[in-house]
């Protein structure tokens, strides 16, 4: 059984900077292309980012590109996601996921095609 943990969630003010990292167990991170999402309240749960399984190719949403960076280390079975310069509308309960993929090359972007996620982490970002 795959289980994904994150962390480093709080509060943080506008302009801030959080690095939350997810943890699997269960089988090796590198197994997987994973992926962060986010769920602001009232709204559907949307993609920030993801990393295929070498680390070589990542794939940011519009929305965080150029402020958030995700990164991986296979050998600690960890994901992170660097994020800088936040704003409130940042504000969410962040998921990280595992998608199966054949090629190390790929990224995954539609939520429907992960198998597991985490319980998610709080980010609050005051003004």
């Known amino acids: 059984q795959v289980q994904l943990v994150e962390s480093g969630g709080g509060l943080v003010q506008t302009g801030g900077s959080l690095r939350l990292s997810c943890t699997v167990s269960g089988r090796t991170s590198g197994t997987y292309a994973m992926g962060w999402f986010r769920q602001a309240p009232g709204k559907e749960r949307e993609f920030v980012a993801t990393?295929?399984?070498?680390?070589?190719?990542?794939y940011y949403a519009d929305s965080v590109k150029g402020r958030f960076t995700i990164s991986r280390d296979n050998a600690k079975n960890t994901v992170y996601l660097q994020m800088n310069s936040l704003k409130p509308e940042d504000t969410a309960v962040y998921y990280c996921?595992?998608?199966?993929?054949?090629?190390?090359?790929?990224?995954?972007?539609?939520?429907?095609?992960?198998?597991?996620w985490g319980q998610g982490t709080q980010v609050t970002v005051s003004s």
């Open positions: 996921a595992a998608a199966f993929t054949y090629l190390n090359t790929i990224v995954v972007q539609r939520d429907k095609d992960y198998a597991y």
């Open positions: 990393i295929s399984r070498s680390g070589g190719n990542t």
